[in-house]
């Protein structure tokens, strides 16, 4: 059973199959959206085409990962705390030093590549909150050590937020799910979510009105669980909790929303129509998607992606590639495929002997799961437009290395489950 | 510590469940709303051509010129653009064919789709700009073989009069430069680059409309999005009514043919430029469509005749004898000589400055003017200087007061670029002679308008119509109306300066200038039947040959008109200034002339080539 010593022996070799898999796609299709007409312009592998530049991240991404195959499995555990430290000071730096691009510092200019702190602050979060978290048992520890676990992504959160990027903030919101699966209160992801309804529901629908609909089916609540303990007291707590809810949105919206973040969540409500302005990206990319029909146009043949009607198709909407050019069949096997990574993750996970490979397990499948959700949402209209990659396939070093990086730790910890006595 | 081995039992395994559940769920819904526009809904792809949303600009007409009688000055006409789509020109495009049907040699062709394509290969730009409407009938017929070429709709500049050139000024495609500090503006928009289509640029240059139009792979036309209802209409500019007579303009410009000058003609009750000739001028439609940039080098690089140079504005001469008339209202307002204040003049051999005119002696200001009288006007003016505390003070007041009629300073108006000229205080000339060594004799050029003075034809002008209203003068300015949807918008009517000279002395100088035209310096071509003409010549002496120079307004009860005439190196002005003067009087209040004699003399007079 144990082949303990044998450095690649015991990778999984569905986790790396896929991600192979997966890089190479997400090159093919960055080559696609960026080469142009191939019969008018030779094919340029240097660094002055953006598939040339991907080439050399790739490369790159290749050397981190063999390396972290190499380096002792109990490392991770031991430096998580130094390297949360380390880049959470990156952070800090990229807000005094950093390049700004479009109206937000992010990026840290590194001789002739740049890079962007906050994708690789995801890893080094991941391995402090696991960390933690197999020091303390979350169903058992003290409250103010439960507390302590939510700053560990928090703090990330505010220092991305100054940059200001929340496409990137919004990702630390993914160690809910490691959380929820070491003991985190269920209620608690259920008040969120109701708590997210009601302020989508708040745009839509008059205050009063909304409120008024709360509490009739509060009423019935308390009706029908009158048996339940504390019912009437959880149903007012409930009520006030909306009403500051429905009331701080109100206001945050009136007051503290820019004009063009304003304009992203009237479009994406369906409020407001706009193909020209905010609303064209969004326009472009979901006809560019959905002009690929079944079977998509076949591979570079695509006219949307490639006249330039959809921007930053590269980068955040490199998933209109995909759906234009290899249509919904595409599409599904993209899908399926960063399902099966996922899924194959959390398994993997589960058959961990020590509670830091599997937390941080969990902690890996969520990041994927929110950079999917949220990117092939975005460029579909399911949600507004919130700039983050999509994993191995938008254009960029420093989003390839951080998913590599975190990915192969993981690998390597599940390989190196059977050095553990 | 970290390397617990986990235990077996674990109260929250189950969760697994539900969070791979809640993962897969989301999944299930991204793939429903990606069945629902890839397979389900047809509206992302009208038909099997792959249609594409094509914002398709259109331009809309810059506002028109009108003249005070509702003559259209300038007005639009339809040209067209050729743009390509550089990605779209296939192996298989036939160039000499299209070469010839365009009519452009093949090497300037490929120059012109390689900066196409260094914009963009794959979204459209400028070809070949502004082909006329006669050119592009034969060309759009053949279109249909050339995939990538399209044929864009614009409007260009016309001007019927083909006069004017440099007060409407022109029109052109915006710079780089001007991109840069204009994000307003897009590559291929025009803007007014000169003169009134400059001044008036933003009521001028309307809105651009955009058309959504489907376009397949070919970039061939399916049809509206959403059947129009995204366009946006284009909006036409704004309407200026100018205060210009066009008739008047013309004839003054024919006048000024083979002279070098120009001829500002004024309506002194409300400021409006009726005329503004500068010549050699040019016809505007020059500077028009595609022949526009060899044109434009033609003009700009005729160093002999130099017809860019607006010199109604830009040229600075020194009144000569025209400024007397200033001279004798400062020499009345300050009081140092009366109406009947008289002086000697001992003719051709008066000192220091000598009479070119025979006339009585001792004589008094109103014949003095009638005459020109040299040492009259050198008395008046060393005596007023020397009656201040000091030179100083004197000349500084007497610069004061001649500013207050608009000389030495520019106007605020729609005027652009126009000369202060120079009228010289006393900081100018302790600056020539060090340590203040100068008196009111070191200056005395000033009192017959020669030395450092120097006044623009526009300042003489409207220094006309300040002595025909007898002490005001309302800002000189082109436009009398900006017509907007909402509102007429009249900019500068109500500018009125009222000048340092009293109203009273005025009507003695009036006086002399009348005699002017009946039997003094300008009695010979000065005069029209029936009109009263008020005048005074002046004959600059420069380098080359003298300038010719006359002002005048009439009638001299309530004036209509004040006019001044430059005319270089000519000779005298009661010869070569005062005859175009009268002519443009008579034209404007008459309606026609009658003096057919003085206007062939004056048509026939070729100073120039």
């Known amino acids: 059973m144990s082949r303990r010593g044998a450095v690649f022996g015991n990778v999984d070799k569905w986790i790396v199959a896929v991600y192979f898999i997966l890089v190479a796609m997400g090159w093919l299709n960055i080559f696609s959206s960026t080469c142009g007409i191939i019969e008018e312009q030779t094919v340029n592998f240097s660094l002055s085409t953006d598939y040339g530049r991907q080439m050399v991240f790739m490369a790159v991404a290749f050397l981190c990962a063999f390396i972290i195959l190499l380096v002792d499995g109990k490392l991770f555990a031991q430096t998580s705390y130094v390297i949360y430290v380390l880049f959470c000071l990156l952070l800090v730096a990229v807000l005094v030093v950093g390049e700004e691009v479009s109206g937000a510092r992010s990026w840290i200019k590194v001789g002739s590549f740049s890079i962007q702190p906050a994708e690789f602050a995801k890893f080094a979060t991941a391995l402090a909150v696991s960390r933690y978290l197999s020091d303390h048992d979350y169903s058992k520890c003290s409250l103010q050590n439960k507390l302590l676990v939510y700053l560990f992504p928090l703090i990330p959160i505010g220092l991305i937020m100054l940059e200001p990027d929340a496409g990137s903030a919004l990702v630390f919101f993914s160690f809910l799910i490691p959380l929820f699966r070491e003991g985190f209160s269920g209620s608690l992801i259920v008040l969120g979510f109701y708590l997210i309804l009601l302020v989508l529901l708040s745009f839509l629908i008059d205050k009063y009105i909304l409120l008024g609909a709360v509490l009739l089916l509060l009423i019935l609540m308390v009706v029908l669980l009158r048996r339940t303990r504390h019912i009437f007291r959880y149903a007012i707590l409930i009520f006030i909790v909306s009403v500051a809810t429905v009331f701080s949105v109100d206001y945050g919206y009136e007051h503290i929303l820019q004009p063009h973040q304003k304009d992203r969540i009237e479009i994406l409500l369906g409020m407001k129509q706009d193909i020209k302005g905010a609303g064209y990206n969004v326009h472009q990319s979901k006809i560019a998607i959905g002009s690929g029909g079944f079977a998509g146009k076949g591979y570079l043949k695509g006219t949307k992606t490639k006249f330039d009607f959809v921007p930053e198709q590269q980068t955040d909407f490199i998933f209109c590639t995909v759906g234009e050019e290899e249509g919904f069949i595409g599409s599904l096997a993209v899908l399926g495929l960063f399902l099966f990574l996922i899924i194959r993750i959390i398994i993997i996970a589960e058959r961990q002997r020590t509670k830091f490979s599997r937390i941080y397990g969990y902690c890996v499948a969520g990041i994927f799961f929110f950079h999917v959700w949220i990117n092939i949402s975005m460029t579909i209209g399911l949600m507004p437009v919130i700039g983050i990659p999509l994993p191995f396939f938008s254009y960029g070093g420093s989003s390839l290395m951080s998913f590599t990086i975190l990915l192969f730790i993981f690998v390597k910890l599940d390989a190196y489950r059977y050095d553990i006595l | 510590m970290h390397s617990k081995v986990v235990m077996?039992?674990?109260?929250?395994?189950?969760?697994?469940?539900?969070?791979?559940?809640?993962?897969?769920?989301?999944?299930?819904?991204?793939?429903?709303?990606?069945?629902?526009?890839?397979?389900?809904?047809?509206?992302?792809?009208?038909?099997?051509?792959?249609?594409?949303?094509?914002?398709?600009?259109?331009?809309?007409?810059?506002?028109?010129?009108?003249?005070?009688?509702?003559?259209?000055?300038?007005?639009?006409?339809?040209?067209?653009?050729?743009?390509?789509?550089?990605?779209?020109?296939?192996?298989?495009?036939?160039?000499?064919?299209?070469?010839?049907?365009?009519?452009?040699?093949?090497?300037?062709?490929?120059?012109?789709?390689?900066?196409?394509?260094?914009?963009?290969?794959?979204?459209?730009?400028?070809?070949?700009?502004?082909?006329?409407?006669?050119?592009?009938?034969?060309?759009?017929?053949?279109?249909?073989?050339?995939?990538?070429?399209?044929?864009?709709?614009?409007?260009?500049?016309?001007?019927?009069?083909?006069?004017?050139?440099?007060?409407?000024?022109?029109?052109?495609?915006?710079?780089?430069?001007?991109?840069?500090?204009?994000?307003?503006?897009?590559?291929?928009?025009?803007?007014?680059?000169?003169?009134?289509?400059?001044?008036?640029?933003?009521?001028?240059?309307?809105?651009?409309?955009?058309?959504?139009?489907?376009?397949?792979?070919?970039?061939?036309?399916?049809?509206?999005?959403?059947?129009?209802?995204?366009?946006?209409?284009?909006?036409?500019?704004?309407?200026?009514?100018?205060?210009?007579?066009?008739?008047?303009?013309?004839?003054?410009?024919?006048?000024?043919?083979?002279?070098?000058?120009?001829?500002?003609?004024?309506?002194?009750?409300?400021?409006?430029?009726?005329?503004?000739?500068?010549?050699?001028?040019?016809?505007?439609?020059?500077?028009?469509?595609?022949?526009?940039?060899?044109?434009?080098?033609?003009?700009?690089?005729?160093?002999?005749?130099?017809p860019l140079l607006n010199r109604a504005i830009m040229g600075e001469y020194p009144p000569g004898s025209s400024f007397k008339i200033f001279n004798g209202l400062y020499g009345l307002q300050v009081g140092t000589i009366t109406p009947n204040t008289k002086y000697y003049c001992a003719g051709p051999e008066a000192k220091p400055i000598k009479c070119t005119h025979h006339h009585e002696s001792p004589l008094a200001v109103v014949s003095a003017i009638r005459e020109s009288c040299n040492p009259f006007f050198r008395s008046t003016f060393e005596n007023t200087i020397n009656s201040f505390s000091s030179p100083s003070v004197g000349l500084d007041d007497w610069a004061q007061t001649a500013k207050s009629f608009g000389f030495g300073t520019s106007f605020n108006s729609d005027i652009s670029n126009a000369k202060n000229g120079l009228i010289p205080d006393s900081k100018y000339y302790d600056n020539i002679y060090k340590n203040k060594q100068w008196k009111s004799s070191t200056i005395r050029s000033l009192s017959i308008g020669q030395g450092e003075i120097l006044v623009t034809p526009l300042q003489l002008a409207n220094f006309a119509a300040a002595v025909a209203n007898e002490g005001y003068y309302i800002d000189p300015h082109f436009v009398r109306y900006i017509i907007t949807p909402e509102d007429t918008i009249a900019p500068y009517q109500n500018s009125i300066h009222q000048t340092k000279v009293d109203k009273k002395y005025f009507k003695y100088i009036k006086e002399g200038m009348h005699e002017v035209t009946l039997s003094g310096t300008a009695r010979i071509y000065g005069q029209i039947e029936g009109i009263d003409i008020c005048g005074k010549t002046g004959t600059v002496q420069n380098a080359g040959r003298n300038h010719a120079i006359f002002i005048a307004f009439a009638p001299m009860e309530d004036p209509e008109i004040a006019i001044a005439v430059v005319v270089e190196n000519s000779g005298y002005g009661s010869v070569y200034a005062v005859p175009v003067a009268s002519l443009m009087i008579e034209y404007y209040l008459k309606g026609e002339v009658t003096r057919t004699r003085v206007e062939k003399m004056v048509l026939e007079t070729k100073l120039i080539q």
């Open chain 2, 8 to 306: 077996r039992k674990d109260i929250n395994e189950n969760r697994k469940y539900l969070i791979i559940g809640f993962i897969s769920i989301i999944f299930l819904v991204i793939l429903i709303k990606l069945f629902a526009i890839q397979v389900i809904n047809k509206s992302y792809k009208t038909d099997a051509a792959n249609n594409s949303i094509k914002e398709k600009v259109i331009y809309p007409g810059r506002g028109l010129f009108y003249d005070r009688n509702n003559n259209l000055v300038v007005c639009n006409e339809a040209v067209y653009d050729l743009l390509v789509t550089p990605n779209m020109i296939s192996k298989k495009f036939d160039t000499t064919g299209f070469c010839k049907l365009v009519g452009v040699e093949k090497d300037v062709f490929i120059e012109k789709l390689q900066k196409c394509k260094k914009y963009s290969r794959y979204k459209s730009s400028v070809l070949f700009s502004q082909i006329s409407k006669e050119d592009m009938g034969a060309i759009e017929e053949a279109l249909y073989k050339y995939d990538g070429i399209e044929v864009q709709p614009r409007t260009v500049r016309k001007y019927p009069y083909s006069v004017g050139a440099h007060m409407l000024g022109d029109v052109g495609e915006v710079s780089d430069r001007f991109l840069k500090s204009h994000p307003e503006y897009k590559m291929g928009d025009y803007t007014g680059l000169s003169g009134l289509e400059k001044t008036y640029e933003s009521y001028l240059k309307g809105e651009k409309g955009s058309k959504y139009i489907l376009v397949d792979v070919h970039n061939v036309e399916k049809g509206h999005y959403e059947s129009g209802q995204q366009d946006v209409a284009a909006q036409q500019g704004f309407d200026l009514i100018l205060e210009m007579d066009i008739n008047l303009q013309v004839y003054g410009e024919l006048l000024m043919q083979g002279k070098k000058g120009s001829v500002v003609a004024i309506d002194p009750k409300t400021g409006g430029i009726l005329a503004m000739v500068s010549a050699p001028s040019y016809d505007p439609n020059l500077l028009v469509g595609r022949e526009r940039s060899k044109n434009y080098y033609l003009l700009a690089h005729d160093s002999v005749n130099v």
